[in-house]
Nanobody
Framework: QVQLVESGGGLVLAGDSLRLSCAAS????????MGWFRQGPGKERELVAA????????YYKISVKGRFTISRDGAKNTVSLQMNSLKPEDTAVYYCAAVQRSGLWVRPNDYTYWGQGTQVTVSS
């Protein structure tokens, strides 16, 4: 059983940066593909970025490409999401997710384990 704990959310102004972190425990981290999802008020949960188990492949939602960067640290069992040039429309609860599969996965149903989420609010 894998446990995921997110941190790093907060209230920022448009144009600011935040770095979200997700600490994984209870499993062999390097066999899990990871993803960052978000869910805004009244909206469906959507993939923001994904990274393969090796870290060699990444995927980004078009609206965040060039602003967000996903990375993973196998020594620390963490996956991070660096978010730059934040916009009010990035406001959401951000969730870390994991699945024990190779490749990149984009649908919420593809993932097995979820964190509790961290709130990101971007004010204009």
């Amino acid at each position: 059983q894998v446990q995921l704990v997110e941190s790093g959310g907060g209230l920022v102004l448009a144009g600011d940066s935040l770095r979200l972190s997700c600490a994984a425990s209870g499993g062999t981290f390097n066999v899990y593909a990871m993803g960052w999802f978000r869910q805004g008020p009244g909206k469906e949960r959507e993939l923001v970025a994904a990274i393969s188990s090796s870290g060699g492949n990444t995927y980004y939602k078009i609206s965040v490409k060039g602003r967000f960067t996903i990375s993973r640290d196998g020594a620390k069992n963490t996956v991070s999401l660096q978010m730059n040039s934040l916009k009010p429309e990035d406001t959401a609860v951000y969730y870390c997710a994991a699945v024990q599969r190779s490749g990149l996965w984009v649908r919420p149903n593809d993932y097995t384990y979820w964190g509790q989420g961290t709130q990101v609010t971007v004010s204009s």
